[in-house]
């Protein structure tokens, strides 16, 4: 194993973790501007350091287990949620040159199959708990992310059709001429949903709805670990706009600047109207968001694959 | 790589045994998760990447979870332990473990003229598994999906709404 390849492997996880930290800092910010209130501005300068303060205060909080719980799986649950959302960033690359396993041929299947497992988080801690309200989130988490991942995958399958492969840097190479945001568009807009209702953001946060169940899978968390389920959602907001950004906006491409910042501003872009989504919208009943995707978004991505298999075929007769 | 191969068939083997001595199901089911990764692994080492990340997605990722889903339905408590404790007395063991047995002779068996010199696998492509799938398999692809198909029409009949009369 080469000098780069090692540091890129230490580097990764220690530069995804701080920005999931700092990303908490940011969206109370945003939020607080598109809500017309302040948000945290008090420590240090324009309050930047409040991720800081909230993580030394979590650290020294008591780190409890409830006695009635299943304390392996307890304590392994929000360290599942870390390492898959860490593992898959393993398969992004950054640019053509830069980026741990960016050259896999299978790169976006591991990094479907790292969301897949982030399931497991969610629901064992929801079942661990051994309580009703995070029993109730585990299972809304099972029922969304499962049925979520299936339209992820198909509205994936197009770009993989243009592109030919499921090697994320030949996704990039293949978006040379046109974005793929502009032939897949219809792809882009359930990717984007299944995105959100993966990393169970806001408005689809139903497995934490905190008006009817508390705080839903994570209710008898505190301290630490609890941090780690924030952070790991954090961090799986960045996997899924990096996704994003790889997929469908071009990855590394752009003019003048180089293609480190391309990538880095694109996700940023990404990120910020993951938040402009929560402050924007309601969040709707759990059946709607399960017939949402049975009955509009799994036809819409199946029509998809179809239509952009008849042009394909078409277009090489 | 050799070693890595082992280690992860090890892992295999031990998860596998303890899928079947645990007796809270969902410890169960948790190792046979890792049973699958570690399995995946192996597969990665032989080549077959394509295979081992369908493995992970579909396998561990969700019909594992589906598992688990069903089993928190169910609400399994003490008792089911206790009965689950009354089944793996060791007279049960004798008929399992002498048909592994004879399993693991026929492996050792069949393996030992090859461990002198151990053949460098060929990575298999997703293109290749493709064009088996829709030319050498293409009749048994579309069974499967007649299976598949029946499936659903009879999980839609289970699951329809009764309400408004047959």
């Not at chain 1, 650290?59 to 799986?73: V, Y």
């Not at chain 2, 295999?12 to 998760?33: D, K, Q």
């Amino acid at each position: 194993m080469t000098y780069p390849a090692l540091s890129a492997i230490i580097l990764t996880p220690l530069v995804i973790l701080g920005l999931a930290t700092v990303l908490t800092w940011v969206e109370r910010r945003l939020l607080g501007v598109w809500q017309d209130r302040y948000g945290p501005n008090r420590v240090g300068p324009g309050g930047m350091f409040q991720a800081v303060a909230d993580g030394t205060k979590i650290l020294f909080k008591q780190d409890w287990i409830p006695p009635f719980a299943d304390r392996g799986i307890f304590v392994a649950a929000p360290a599942i949620g870390m390492m898959t959302v860490l593992l898959a960033f393993a398969a992004i690359p950054l640019t053509m040159g830069t980026g741990i396993a960016g050259d896999m041929n299978v790169g976006l299947l591991f990094i479907l199959g790292m969301m897949g497992l982030g399931v497991y988080a969610v629901v064992l801690a929801g079942w661990s708990s051994n309580s009703k309200y995070a029993l109730l989130g585990g299972m809304r988490a099972a029922a969304q992310m499962i049925s979520y991942e299936v339209f992820m995958g198909l509205s994936v399958l197009g770009v993989v059709m243009m592109a030919g492969s499921f090697n994320l840097r030949a996704i990039v190479a293949a978006q040379a001429g046109v974005w793929f945001i502009i032939p897949q568009c219809l792809g882009f807009g359930v990717f984007m949903l299944a995105g959100i209702a993966q990393t169970h953001r806001l408005p689809f946060d139903l497995p934490e709805g905190e008006n009817e169940l508390g705080a839903g899978f994570h209710t008898e968390y505190s301290g630490m670990k609890f941090g780690m389920f924030f952070i790991a959602e954090y961090a799986g907001i960045i996997l899924v706009s990096s996704l994003v950004t790889t997929l469908y906006l071009g990855g590394w491409r752009g003019p003048f600047l180089p293609p480190a910042v391309w990538s880095a501003l694109k996700t940023g872009g990404v990120v910020v109207f993951f938040i402009l989504l929560r402050a924007g919208l309601p969040r709707p009943r759990y059946d709607q968001l399960m017939a949402l995707g049975w009955k509009i978004l799994l036809p819409l991505s199946l029509f998809n694959v179809m239509a952009t298999g008849t042009i394909l075929m078409l277009r090489a007769s | 790589m050799h070693a890595l191969a082992l280690l992860a068939a090890c892992v295999t083997v031990v998860g596998a045994i303890m899928v079947i001595t645990r007796r809270v199901a969902v410890h169960a089911v948790l190792y046979l998760v890792v049973t699958l990764l570690a399995l995946a692994t192996v597969l990665v080492m032989l080549g077959a990447s394509f295979a081992a990340m369908l493995e992970i997605i579909i396998y561990a990722g969700a019909i594992m979870v589906l598992f688990v889903f069903v089993i928190m339905m169910l609400n399994l408590g003490q008792p089911d332990s206790a009965r689950e404790k009354e089944w793996l007395r060791p007279r049960a063991w004798l008929g399992p473990g002498v048909l592994a047995t004879i399993v693991c002779a026929e492996l050792l068996y069949c393996t030992s003229p090859l461990s002198g010199a151990a053949p460098v696998p060929a990575a298999i492509t997703v293109h290749d598994v493709g064009a088996d799938l829709f030319g050498r398999y293409v009749l048994v692809v579309e069974l499967v999906s007649y299976l598949l198909l029946a499936g659903l029409v009879s999980a839609f009949y289970i699951g329809r709404n009764r309400a408004g009369g047959r």
